[in-house]
């Protein structure tokens, strides 16, 4: 079985991943994993004792079965959380993060990477890879004490440990939460998609008995369930006329992992702690610091005064929209829980935009068609599907396996996982499986968590559509590199910077020419009509300040846990953290809020101490988009110079030159300011 899956492992096709996640493949995989971890072992021990006259870039330039292995069996932890796989994870994390350590503070190797450097031929790409390795030793302070070095070490696997377990908690957490409704009594203004999928989830949960009749029409009493998936929230957020429901919902989803058996808080305070202490030990005052080693950004304090002048810009524009929907519906107080359902329906009455009707016009495969001729007329990128190989080799029905091709050239593959079960991660991410390396092609992977519906088409609201443009966007990134180093990916260029590529796909999402071509009702195939159209333009600006607002506190209150406050317990955290949102929220929040323990993108992937890459991005995005809009948003021209200058360059050159060489100047914050109304 071992040999069968090394085999696989080997292939430059698709790799079957039926296979490989099968119970069999999975029983040996732990065993597996030591094997090959103790070669790669050898390998490095090889490496060591290598003469000078023989290093050469080669000696770097090397594939690993392990991390190939290793990255597919994470895939399926991520897309189906369940026992066995969570087990594998969990026991060999810890062994393979005590090698990793062992590389990361030998000095003999450290010794080889320099003289590579200084010695070797090297061309651009492998002087920048080189060059980045020894940065990275010299940043964990290859030349400290070797009692340092061991707290390194024992802080890297202790941190291992903890985020997994962070992860699992949030995942678990949100498996628990389930919410029954026996009417549709407070369901009324749900788009008929939205109570067909709530109708399934019951049935699915209950287990429901086939003798059970339902009439046609279904003009029986119903029961309809909703769980923690991000479309059961939104729609109770949007379309439930119970603002004490509404209320229910906000409070746990601002609570996931927060008490009882998944309770993150003392896992937070532990993170926290352990990376400023690690921090410190490497001569930074702090977290904050040492992540912005890699970043565009100078420093924290510049971050958060960029921050706090775009929240003091946009809280106006806030006060003022609150009071238009407080206005409109003769409101004295609006809650947070209510922005959404009352906003909802004041497009509808004042600005003549019904979401419910709008949704009609995005069907899932529909979309996805026009996503894929917005690439091919942008970039000459077709998407060939792969249907046998999704029938033999795919771990699901429900994904899609596609060959990339640019002008007629294959150039990757592409696995689509858009839709939601209980054992996935939250929500949307894109990611790698497997580098590109040599002739071998990556496989970039777009995982989301839209509901699919059986006896419906699948109908996405323009938020679920821009996610998809921006997913498909960070794989398109991924896949346009002219390098065949896969040390060079998208991954790494600098962090605020690679939210680019995906966050100016938005702007295609959201413009004119590309939803007339997009937006098609589902029954009819219609275009969406001039008045819709309209309504969109006229509300291009509406709730601008609550992206921008929302972004900032988030932005903020990661920076507030990585800048070296001390937390003394759990209880200090809780307060620290309400007192830091209530200073920045427009809308107070009480004791309960604990929307942190959730936190996956700081405490257990990779944005600790710069998720403000989201607004850094934007900002040069909207700068960009200008130019985008002046030339014309499909204009081949500006399109091949955009890829040839950013998306094709990877981490090839630094971020700041990139944006010079397009735009022959600095980054200007006037269009962003402009493109959210802030000014």
Wanted: aromatic share 18%.
């Amino acid at each position: 079985m071992k040999q069968k899956i090394i085999k696989e492992l080997k292939t430059h096709n698709f790799p079957n991943l039926k296979f490989l996640y099968s119970k069999e493949a999975l029983d040996v995989s732990f065993e597996l994993l030591n094997e090959l971890l103790e070669e790669d072992k050898k390998n490095f021990e090889k490496k060591l004792k290598i003469k000078d006259s023989n290093i050469n870039f080669e000696l770097f330039d090397e594939e690993s079965d392990l991390n190939y292995f290793w990255s597919l069996l994470n895939h399926l932890l991520n897309v189906n959380s369940w026992d066995k796989i969570r087990k594998i994870i969990e026991d060999f994390e810890p062994i393979l993060t005590k090698y990793y350590n062992e590389i990361s503070f030998s000095k003999k190797y450290f010794e080889i990477l320099e003289y590579c450097l200084k010695n070797c031929n090297l061309n651009n790409e492998q002087t920048k890879i080189i060059s980045d390795s020894v940065k990275w030793f010299k940043i964990r302070w290859i030349n400290l004490e070797k009692e340092k070095q061991e707290e390194l070490k024992k802080i890297s696997l202790e941190l291992s440990k903890l985020t997994t377990k962070f992860s699992n908690n949030v995942l678990d957490s949100e498996k628990e939460f389930e919410y029954f409704l026996e009417t549709d009594e407070h369901l009324k203004e749900f788009p008929e998609s939205d109570l067909q999928n709530a109708r399934n989830l019951y049935k699915k949960k209950t287990n429901i008995k086939k003798s059970l009749k339902f009439d046609a029409k279904w003009n029986e009493i119903f029961w309809y369930a909703f769980d923690s998936s991000i479309s059961s929230y939104i729609s109770i957020m949007k379309y439930c006329s119970n603002s004490n429901i509404r209320k229910h919902f906000s409070d746990v989803n601002s609570n996931f992992a927060s008490n009882w058996k998944f309770d993150n808080r003392e896992i937070v305070l532990k993170i926290i702690n352990l990376r400023n202490e690690k921090s410190k030990i490497l001569w930074y005052n702090n977290y904050s610091e040492l992540s912005l080693e890699f970043k565009m950004a100078d420093s924290s304090e510049q971050v958060l005064k960029l921050l706090e002048d775009l929240s003091n810009k946009a809280k106006p524009k806030a006060l003022a929209e609150i009071k238009e929907i407080k206005d409109h519906f003769n409101l004295e107080n609006l809650e947070s829980w209510d922005i959404l359902y009352y906003s909802r329906i004041l497009k509808k009455e004042k600005y003549n935009l019904d979401d419910k009707k709008l949704k009609e016009y995005f069907e899932f495969k529909n979309t996805q068609t026009a996503l894929f001729t917005t690439v091919e007329k942008l970039y000459n990128i077709t998407m060939k599907p792969c249907s046998d190989i999704k029938l033999t080799h795919s771990y699901s029905s429900d994904i899609e396996i596609y060959e990339v091709y640019k002008n007629w050239e294959f150039i990757s593959y592409f696995l689509w996982d858009y839709f939601y079960n209980e054992n996935k991660r939250s929500w949307a991410w894109a990611d790698e499986i497997r580098d590109r390396f040599w002739d071998k092609k990556s496989i970039v992977i777009n995982n989301m968590s839209f509901v699919k519906n059986k006896n419906s088409p699948v109908l996405l609201t323009l938020w679920e559509v821009t996610t998809m443009f921006h997913e498909f966007w960070h794989g398109i990134h991924s896949m346009l590199s002219k390098s065949k180093y896969g040390d060079l990916t998208w991954f790494w260029v600098e962090w605020d910077f690679v939210e680019l590529p995906s966050q100016i796909m938005e702007k295609w999402a959201s413009d004119s020419e590309t939803i007339i071509n997009v937006a098609k009702h589902y029954k009819t195939w219609d275009k969406i009509t001039k008045e819709l159209l309209e309504s969109l333009n006229k509300l291009k600006y509406f709730w601008n300040w609550m992206q921008v607002l929302g972004q900032n506190i988030y932005s903020i209150t990661d920076m507030m846990f990585y800048s070296g406050i001390k937390f003394k317990n759990v209880e200090d955290l809780d307060q620290k953290y309400l007192e830091k949102i209530n200073k920045l929220s427009i809308f107070k929040k009480w004791e309960n809020y604990k929307k942190y323990t959730s936190f996956d993108h700081i405490f257990s992937w990779w944005y600790s101490a710069w998720y403000y890459s989201y607004m850094w991005a934007d900002i040069i995005v909207d700068d960009i988009w200008v130019k985008f809009k002046e030339k014309g948003v499909y204009n081949k021209e500006f399109a091949l110079e955009f890829e040839n200058k950013i998306l094709w360059a990877w981490s090839i050159k630094k971020a700041w030159d990139m944006f010079i060489e397009l735009m022959w100047r600095g980054i200007k914050i006037n269009a962003f300011l402009k493109e959210k109304w802030l000014e």
